[in-house]
Structure formats: structure tokens, C-alpha cells
């Protein structure tokens, strides 16, 4: 037996409602279950505190500029896998898609001998007078390298879904590689852009392993929300819960954003004048 949707025939069978709404319970009951816990006559004043606004104000700003640190070293990355073929592709783009399999302190590890004051660059980086690890940068730092492959595989995907037809009439029409780009290339993804930015900020946003391993948890300079709820559940369970329950919040109005997109496939208006 099939179903029928309001607009026409699915395709789905039946068998796989009761799947999915298992599965979707299997998501929810645990958040449900967390609802439950809030101590709600002192919501307010628990994620209101001192500490819970400056770790929730460090969060959102060390994500937005993760978020841009994502789109200037992935935009280009995208591009190169999806539309220049070359010897070793495979292996770059396992690469970049590395941190997406890898348990988040092991990135912070590997952060910390390269970026740390004896590690392969932070050698360097010391002698000219400049400190990364534990400090506002490192978090930074962490929440990109955690951060980037969800951008580059949103954006990889738009670039191949959307073809080359229109980037190669705009170049027999005159248009330089740098115009090309500019001007259809860019228009064509955004909305696959758009969503893998939003899918590297919220990630930034709940990164916890890599930041706390490489950048310490240093009040008001690196202890970002997901390490103030860490510590907030050795001393104040319910302090913890509320701040969860924030945190989800956030994460699900930032999620939800990036499914509100036009569909690819459209020449962008005035793309090749």
C-alpha cells in the first residue's frame, strides 16, 4: 500500500511512516526529556547570569568569524573538487572531509602541535610576537577546522547539481574567469552557499572537543557556551539544563534557516551582461 500526499502520489510505502516516526522520536524524546528537567520558575535568571551571557555572546561571535573563515578557504576548495579534475582529488577531498569522522579532540590535538607555542608553526609564530593557542583566535581556529567540511560539501554539491552550461556562454560571450565567477558562478550556488554557512555556524556553535583541547576554557576569552554547560553541570544541574535547552534553541532556528532556499538551476537575471 502507498500513500498519497496532498499534492499527488508519493511513492513512499506505508511501513516507512512508522520507521520514520520512530526515528524521529528517537531525536525528540531525548529533547523532550530535557524540557522536562528545566527548572522554569529560574529560567530566566539562569541563562541570563554573567557568565552564560558572556559565554553565549563568545559563542556567537567566534562563530560568525569561524563561519567567514569557512567561506574564504571553502568557497575556492568547492570549486577546485567539483569543476577541475586532477591527479590526487580523491585524496584532497578525503582530507577535507576528514574532520567530519574525526573525534573533535584529535583535531584540537593536531591544532595544538601546529598552532602551540612548540608546534610547527607556533615556533614561528612566537618569535614574532604572536600567541594562538588558548586564546580567542584559537577558538576560532577550532570551530573552522570542525566547521569547513560541512560548507564544502554543501557547496561541492550546488556546484555539480547546477553543471557549467552557463558559466561557458557567459566565457563565449567575452567574460573573463574573474567576471565568470562574479557574476554567475557565485548567483548560481548562493543558495548552496548560503546553506553550508549556515551549516558551518551552527556546528561552530556546539563545537566543545576541539576548543577546549586547543584553546582551554578561559572565561570571557575562550570558554564558549558548550564549555560554560560543561562546567555548569559539576556544580549546577539545573543552570546546565536551562542552558541546553538555550542552546538548542539557537541551533534549531539557525539549522532551520538553512532549508529555506530557492531551487538551483536558474541562470541568475543580468549574469552575463
Known sequence: MYRRSGTGYT???AWIYAIA?????FVLLPLMAMVARVNWSQFIPLVTSESSRTAL?????TSAASTAACIVLGVP?????????????RLLRAFVLLPLVLPPVVGGIALLY??????????????????????????????TYVALPFLVVSLEG?????????EAVAATLGARPGTVLRRVT????????????????????????????????????TRTLPLEIYLQRETD?????????????????????SYRRPRLGVAPEGAVR
Open 11 to 13: 511513492g513512499i510505502p
Open 21 to 25: 516516526a520512530a526515528g524521529a522520536l
Open 57 to 61: 555572546g563568545l559563542s556567537l561571535r
Open 77 to 89: 576548495l568547492a570549486l577546485i573538487l567539483a569543476r577541475s579534475p586532477f591527479p590526487g582529488q
Open 114 to 143: 601546529t598552532f602551540g607555542r612548540q608546534g610547527l608553526l607556533g615556533k614561528s609564530l612566537e618569535l614574532a610576537g604572536i600567541q594562538i593557542a588558548f586564546s580567542t583566535s584559537a577558538v576560532v581556529l577550532a570551530q
Open 158 to 166: 550546488a556546484l555539480r547539481t547546477a553543471g557549467n552550461k552557463y
Open 186 to 221: 557565485i548567483p548560481l550556488v548562493l543558495p548552496g552557499l548560503v546553506s553550508g554557512a549556515v551549516l558551518s555556524f551552527a556546528r561552530s556553535l556546539g563545537e566543545f572537543g576541539a576548543t577546549l583541547t586547543f584553546a582551554g576554557s578561559l572565561q570571557g576569552v
Open 237 to 257: 544541574a539545573d543552570a546546565a539544563v536551562a542552558l541546553s535547552l538555550l542552546l538548542v534553541a539557537v541551533a534549531v532556528a539557525v539549522v532551520g534557516l
